[in-house]
């Protein structure tokens, strides 16, 4: 089914460890982004790219990178695991379609730090 | 800065009671509000809304959208225990003065429980 992929589902890091979390689209959306959701905070935004080769920074982007290395996929990476990064991490993609935006949501990575 | 506020943060009502879930916003270039529901995954979606004030209905549930007042509400009538969730508010606004990138700034949420 067309979608949003993330991959891992879960994952467990200790403390200082590195980690790439990965999302694709089949959709051929241009914009793509990353959320963390903590309990009681809704949906944050990490950092977001509106097409293929630009990224910007949202609310909440320290301790994260991102590379958009074609259309398809947006990567997240954590270079040094903090606690305070344990979250659970949604990909989404969106296409405007005569006037309407459509955003699809991965089924989100589960990730704690230790 | 962008802002979205959801009241009230958590609701417990019982099976067939009827719910109103509230939304207010300040952003900048908006474009629509939307409405989500999530369970255990990803928040799915429900509703729409833009300044044209249209009410969107879907079954029990119903939203609108009141430009005046920079807010919206869901109701939700006849609650059933499947309508347990957590319910997302988010604004999605353009980026740009062009307008062809734009991006969703969510609420905290309001978690719903509806006991039999």
């Known amino acids: 089914n067309a979608g949003v992929t993330q991959t891992p589902k879960f994952q467990v890091l200790k403390t200082g460890q590195s980690m790439t979390l990965q999302c694709a689209q089949d959709?051929?959306?241009?914009?793509m982004y990353w959320y963390r959701q903590d309990p009681g905070m809704g949906l944050r935004l990490i950092y977001y790219s509106a097409s293929e080769g630009t990224t910007d920074k949202g609310e909440v982007p320290n301790g994260y990178n991102v590379s958009r290395l074609n259309k398809r996929e947006f990567s997240l990476r954590l270079e040094s695991a903090a606690p305070s990064q344990t979250s659970v991490y949604f990909c989404?993609?969106?296409?405007?379609?005569?006037?309407?935006?459509?955003?699809?949501f991965g089924s989100g990575t589960r990730l704690t730090v230790v | 800065e962008d802002k979205v506020v959801q009241s009230p943060l958590s609701l417990v009502v019982h099976e067939g009671d009827t719910v109103t879930l509230n939304c207010s916003y300040e952003?900048?270039?908006?474009?629509?509000l939307l409405w989500y529901k999530q369970e255990k995954k990803a928040p799915t979606f429900l509703f729409m809304l833009?300044?044209?004030?249209i009410e969107k209905k879907s079954g029990r549930l119903s939203s609108i959208l009141d430009k005046k007042e920079l807010s919206s509400i869901l109701n939700i009538t006849a609650t059933q225990t499947g309508d347990s969730a957590i319910y997302l508010c988010a604004v999605d606004r353009y980026l740009n003065s062009g307008g062809s990138n734009y991006k969703l700034t969510f609420g905290k949420g309001t978690l719903l429980t509806v006991n039999p």
């Open positions: 952003v900048t270039n908006f474009r629509s």
């Open positions: 959709m051929n959306h241009n914009s």
């Open positions: 833009t300044s044209s004030g």
């Open positions: 989404a993609s969106s296409e405007e379609l005569g006037g309407r935006v459509g955003y699809t």
